[in-house]
């Protein structure tokens, strides 16, 4: 019965010394349970809040939408051409045969210079009466000096010196008729009385035109002999679409540049518009002066020009800020701290690294120019 006891106690014992090193063996220290961290990003009634103080927060730039006045540049074709003032057609002053031309096409003339003779026989009648009337006119001032002496001593009735004043006056009015006509028949001397009616240029400037040969007859004094150019100054007419035709005004400011001449640029004020379309084109166009001293452009050239627009305040955003999904484009709003949400917007592309926002946006407005991308929940 002792050895009973015993051995029950030996192995109670070794039972608890079992237990012991089972449960040194397996027991562990207590690691403390990592907290679960939240994300950067949550969804709150459709907008995104980016947690405080993470990678991301420190990732976004958010700016203040401006509202920027600026100008609109728009690129139109155009081309040069001669200024209507400065374009004149030479008229042959009589009919008659042309004995001479002195000039040919494409020559420098100046203004009062000879560039053709006509003989014409109108011009040797009309020189004829001329000699006639300023004999007349000689006659009458003598016979009224006369008279005027002899009233003067009593010899002359009163009705002889009206007689003599009005044959005055009559000799007078013819005078100046006849030369009057040899005016408009373009008299000169050394040609007139020689029966030569000289065609002479009415300014400075270019033969562009011409259609006299000598020996050539001229029967019909409303044709065009000659064309005479002033290129000092010329247009350019750059072609406006009628669509954009609501965006023009009086203050628009034209920008010519030359493919030609690198480094020449003419930019001035518009000096007007047509009033109507072209019915070709569908186009209006604009008309600005430049100057052309050098005499370098020359009418017909094809040139490039830029229309300025001045618009009103607009909404100007980086292109950074924007994100595309197929054809509709969209930013990022923060409308709280830390608070976005999505919205379309329509933008027009020609502005460089900027776009224009034609709808969608308003002054004042915070967007997400940087790291939108990253907001991006599609």
């Known amino acids: 019965m002792r050895v009973s006891r015993v051995g029950a106690l030996a192995i109670g014992l070794l039972c608890l010394a079992i237990l012991l090193v089972v449960v040194l063996r397996f027991r562990t220290p207590h690691s403390p349970v990592a907290a679960v961290e939240s994300p950067m990003v949550t969804q709150s009634q459709g907008r995104l809040v980016v947690r405080e103080g993470s990678p991301l927060e420190k990732r976004l730039i958010v700016q203040e939408v401006a509202s920027v006045s600026r100008g609109h540049g728009l690129v139109l074709p155009a081309q040069v051409m ?34 053709a003779t006509i003989a014409a026989g109108d ?60 005016q408009v028949l373009g008299a000169r001397p050394g040609y007139s009385a020689q029966g030569q009616a000289p065609l002479v240029s009415p300014m400075d400037g270019v033969v562009s035109m011409t259609t006299m040969a000598p020996g ?3 029967t019909d ?12 100054e010329v247009w350019i007419a750059a072609a406006i679409p009628q669509d954009s035709l609501a965006q023009i005004s009086d203050g628009n400011v034209l920008s010519v540049s030359f493919d030609e001449f690198p480094g020449r640029i003419c930019s001035s004020r518009v000096v007007s518009f047509d009033p109507a379309l072209h019915a070709d084109t569908r186009r209006v166009n604009a008309y600005v002066a430049c100057p052309n001293t050098d005499g370098a452009l020359r009418p017909g050239m094809f040139v490039d020009a830029t229309l300025n627009v001045p618009q009103g305040n607009e909404i100007i955003i980086p292109k950074s800020a924007l994100l595309m999904n197929n054809d509709q484009v969209s930013v990022f709003i923060e409308v709280a701290p830390r608070t976005f949400q999505r919205r379309d917007i329509v933008i027009s592309y020609d502005e460089g690294d900027s776009v224009r926002v ?19 929940d599609d």
């Not at 001669?82 to 494409?106: C, F, K, M, W």
């Not at 005027?148 to 005078?175: C, H, P, T, Y």
Request: glycine letters at 8%; a positive charge; aromatic letters at 4%.
């Open 221 to 232: 004094p409303t044709a065009v002999q000659m064309t005479v150019l002033d290129l000092s």
């Open 216 to 218: 050539e007859n001229i």
């Open 358 to 376: 034609l709808k969608g946006l308003s002054a004042g407005e915070r967007v997400v120019t940087s790291g939108a991308i990253l907001l991006n």
């Open 123 to 182: 011009l040797d009648q009309a020189w004829a009466d001329d000699t006639r009337a300023r004999a007349a006119l000689d006659f009458a001032r003598r016979a009224y000096a006369r008279a005027q002496g002899v009233q003067a001593i009593g010899g002359n009735a009163v009705k002889d010196i009206e007689s003599a004043r009005n044959d005055l006056a009559q000799a007078q009015a013819e005078a100046e008729r006849t030369r009057r006509r040899l």
């Open 82 to 115: 001669t200024e209507p003032d400065r374009q004149v057609n030479v008229y042959a002053p009589v009919t008659g045969r042309i004995t001479g031309v002195s000039v040919h096409l494409g020559q420098r003339v100046k203004r009062g210079q000879v560039l």
